[in-house]
């Protein structure tokens, strides 16, 4: 199923969406020794509309209304609202982490220190209510 989103994406106001460049991503992540790739399930879905929009994303389906309480695809503001939380996880990790909308990688040393930060990393996103799997 496709929900048409244009009338609300033209009238929605535009924010500065900041997505970090892949090559700055890869230049940072280089001469590393030990890499994990994560993906965020669902990745949009994962985060909460704020109750005031929820009503915007109704749609019908036969006789039926119905909202969605997480955030679907197609929304304009999606792609930043998500790089917003995962750059507050990433503030919230010690560990060196790189997030680009739903992928994670997480770099470090020594595969002790590697496990250690796979650890913090796996905790925050927890403690977020947010899921991932091995990319």
Known sequence: MAID?????AETKKQANYLPLIADIVDKVSGKTYYSNFDMQSGFMQILMKEE???KTAFAV???????????????GAPFAFQSVM????S????AIYCYLDDVV???ESEETHLKDIAEFLQVMEMNGLKTSLG
């Open 5 to 9: 989103y244009r009338r609300i994406n």
């Open 53 to 55: 929009d929820i009503p």
């Open 62 to 76: 036969n006789a039926d209304v119905y909202e969605f309480i997480r955030m679907p695809f197609g929304l304009t």
């Open 87 to 90: 750059n507050r996880i990433k």
């Open 92 to 95: 919230e990790v010690k560990a």
């Open 106 to 108: 997480v770099v470090s």
